[in-house]
């Protein structure tokens, strides 16, 4: 079959992104759907064909901690002539409760993972954005300390530092780093809009990226990292216990994956999601994010810091520049 339109999702193999593939690709049976991991233990993509009686949904390994991996994907990209990328999701995200963690390129792994990994993948597949591609970068409540969400509370010092914490920095805890790198996903949508609202390119103007909460969701992927305890208490009880949980933490704003992948793909797809651009959303809701996300010279440093040190050439440099 010849597809039109890509999708293209990471994290898409379980929890809130397999949920968010198994709605789009029911929407979309004319676009070739992509999920992307680290691994795909239950065959996420055999799953949701089966499930919809397509064929459309496809897994490709991608390790988001390796830039090499990413350029390669890339590369495989391009060799296997996708479709142009209507919609775009950036959702897949770690955290790492323990000492800090490096990867095989030096950076500090959550960061590395949330951040560096998606903004040299978005960049690299500048060329194939379809006209008016939508861009969705999974965030999370937890960038904002107003939200009290039990985790500490992120703390931007400069993106130097996240990549490389100093003596003193290493030893936050590893959920302030998560907390973190979460402000950073919304620090970076709001440096991606207004280039994106800026460019000379009237297809990259055409581009519109939003930022999502999808809110506490117990049972997914999200501990793996975790000790056994942690892993069972939030994979076995508490997706058990969400309601009494809403009572305890005082929020409403924990949800099956399953409900809230159906928002995911609402925000990536719907025509009424589409009219917004450089917002962030809880849920279906436009909110607003923490007043720290809102500071230019944060995003500035963020987005020059990433071209600077991620982009390995000049035909790299103008793709973060968006002038490819």
């Not at 968010?20 to 070739?32: G, K, V």
């Not at 390669?72 to 391009?78: D, G, K, N, T, Y």
């Not at 995200?93 to 000492?99: D, I, M, R, T």
């Not at 100093?166 to 709001?190: C, D, E, F």
Request: charged share 20%; with cysteine; glycine share 6%.
């Amino acid at each position: 079959m010849s597809y039109s339109r890509s999708i293209l999702i990471t994290g898409g193999t379980a929890g809130l992104g397999y949920y968010c593939t198994l709605e789009l690709a029911r929407q979309f049976p004319n676009y070739q759907v992509i999920i992307v991991s680290r691994s795909s233990s239950q065959d996420a993509a055999g799953s949701i064909n089966k499930i919809l009686g397509q064929n459309n949904v496809n897994y490709l390994r991608l390790d988001l901690s390796d830039l090499s991996q990413i350029r390669s994907f890339v590369q495989q990209w391009e060799t296997n002539k996708y479709p142009p990328i209507q919609y775009l999701l950036l959702n897949a995200g770690l955290q790492f409760p323990g000492p800090v963690e490096y990867t095989v390129n030096g950076y500090e792994k959550t960061f590395a993972i949330n951040h560096i990994g998606h903004a040299l993948l978005f960049s690299l597949l500048v060329p194939h954005l379809a006209h008016a591609a939508r861009i969705v970068v999974t965030s999370s409540g937890t960038h904002d300390p107003a939200q009290k969400t039990g985790l500490p509370d992120a703390k931007y010092t400069s993106a130097e530092e996240l990549a490389h914490p100093t003596k003193i920095t290493a030893q936050n805890p590893g959920r302030q780093r998560y907390s973190t790198s979460k402000l950073a996903n919304v620090l970076w949508v709001y440096a991606l809009h207004r280039r994106l609202n800026e460019s000379k390119d009237a297809r990259l103007k055409s581009c519109t990226v939003v930022a999502f909460d999808p809110g506490l969701m117990p049972g997914t992927g999200l501990v793996r990292e975790a000790n056994p305890v942690v892993r069972f208490l939030w994979h076995v009880i508490l997706p058990r216990v969400i309601p009494l949980l809403r009572v305890l933490l005082g929020t409403p704003n924990i949800k099956l994956p399953q409900v809230s992948g159906a928002t995911l793909a609402w925000l990536a797809s719907s025509k009424e999601a589409l009219l917004s651009s450089g917002v962030y959303y809880e849920g279906r809701e436009q909110i607003r994010s923490s007043e720290e996300s809102y500071d230019v010279s944060k995003q500035n440093d963020l987005w020059d810091w990433t071209v600077r040190n991620v982009a390995s050439t000049e035909e790299e440099v103008a793709r973060f520049s968006l002038t490819d």
